[in-house]
């Protein structure tokens, strides 16, 4: 899929890591559905992108039916569907075993419910769209790109929610991209490291400079227009499949 021929529907795509490969996109032709609950920024993105090319959708991913209802409305406003990808999710940390009372079940199960099935939800609406796209080159519909993280493998204290979500995600890879596979729908997911987005922006710069020193090379925090860089290339290739790919520096998780 060359992106100047993409027409993409962006979950979390008014800021962070959404918004990075929403401008990639843009800058290469593409047309880009944001997905997102801010309509402030989501107002200031489309402006940015330009409502030619942009338009901003308030989406709630766990909710079958809006989901459906503005994914729809995307592919009309984009004169198609053919990629997604999910970039939307919360950090939902807390411990086990809290300071005053265990974990609320609430909140582990509202981590997985953005997380992961939010993920899911978007996923299989965008394919049951994408399944009626005229074929392109090997007969390829569309490309479902979701967002994992390095803590699906080594989650550390107080990540178990976060950690059980993103775990799902790319446990989820590969039988989807099995079963969409005779639609010509590729499904990948990457796993990112330690990304500079607006959790991390908030963080004491010591925090920062330590989350920094942890990663191996190079020894800094990744960039939102990497992940940007990666989704283009997961796009663009079409043998790339059923694949979660790290981007993290090399970086391992501490326990805490």
């Given at each position: 899929?060359?992106?100047?021929?993409?027409?993409?529907?962006?979950?979390?795509?008014?800021?962070?890591?959404?918004?990075?490969?929403?401008?990639?996109?843009?800058?290469?032709?593409?047309?880009?559905?944001?997905?997102?609950?801010?309509?402030?920024?989501?107002?200031?993105?489309?402006?940015?992108?330009?409502?030619?090319?942009?338009?901003?959708?308030?989406?709630?991913?766990?909710?079958?039916?809006?989901?459906?209802?503005?994914?729809?409305?995307?592919?009309?406003?984009?004169?198609?569907?053919n990629?997604?990808?999910?970039?939307?999710?919360?950090?939902?940390?807390?411990?086990?075993?809290?300071?005053?009372?265990?974990?609320?079940?609430?909140n582990?199960?509202?981590?997985?419910?953005?997380?992961?099935?939010?993920?899911?939800?978007?996923?299989?609406?965008?394919?049951?769209?994408?399944q009626?796209?005229?074929?392109?080159?090997?007969?390829?519909?569309?490309?479902?790109?979701?967002?994992?993280?390095?803590?699906?493998?080594?989650?550390?204290?107080?990540?178990?929610?976060?950690?059980?979500?993103?775990?799902?995600?790319?446990?989820?890879?590969?039988?989807?991209?099995?079963?969409?596979?005779?639609?010509?729908?590729?499904?990948?997911?990457?796993?990112?490291?330690?990304f500079?987005?607006?959790?991390?922006?908030?963080?004491?710069?010591?925090?920062q400079?330590?989350?920094?020193?942890?990663?191996?090379?190079?020894?800094?925090?990744?960039?939102?227009?990497?992940?940007?860089?990666?989704?283009?290339?997961?796009?663009?290739?079409?043998?790339?499949?059923?694949?979660?790919?790290?981007?993290?520096?090399?970086?391992?998780?501490?326990?805490?």
């Open positions: 899929m060359k992106i100047k021929d993409t027409r993409a529907a962006i979950t979390g795509g008014v800021s962070g890591l959404g918004l990075a490969v929403a401008e990639h996109l843009v800058a290469g032709g593409a047309k880009v559905a944001l997905l997102d609950i801010n309509d402030e920024k989501g107002a200031a993105a489309v402006a940015a992108l330009g409502a030619d090319k942009a338009r901003y959708f308030r989406t709630d991913v766990t909710d079958e039916a809006n989901v459906e209802a503005n994914l729809a409305a995307a592919r009309e406003f984009m004169g198609g569907l990629a997604a990808v999910n970039c939307a999710g919360i950090l939902g940390a807390g411990r086990v075993l809290g300071k005053d009372a265990p974990m609320p079940l609430k582990f199960a509202g981590t997985v419910m953005v997380n992961l099935v939010g993920s899911f939800n978007v996923a299989k609406a965008a394919a049951n769209l994408m009626h796209n005229a074929a392109g080159e090997d007969g390829e519909r569309g490309v479902i790109v979701n967002t994992a993280s390095v803590a699906a493998y080594e989650g550390q204290i107080g990540q178990a929610a976060y950690s059980a979500s993103k775990g799902g995600v790319v446990a989820m890879t590969l039988p989807m991209a099995r079963e969409l596979a005779r639609f010509g729908i590729r499904v990948n997911t990457i796993a990112p490291g330690i500079w987005t607006p959790m991390v922006d908030g963080m004491p710069e010591a925090v400079q330590s989350l920094s020193a942890s990663i191996p090379f190079p020894s800094r925090l990744g960039q939102p227009a990497e992940f940007a860089d990666l989704v283009a290339y997961i796009l663009g290739s079409r043998y790339l499949n059923g694949e979660t790919i790290r981007l993290d520096g090399a970086v391992r998780l501490a326990p805490k």
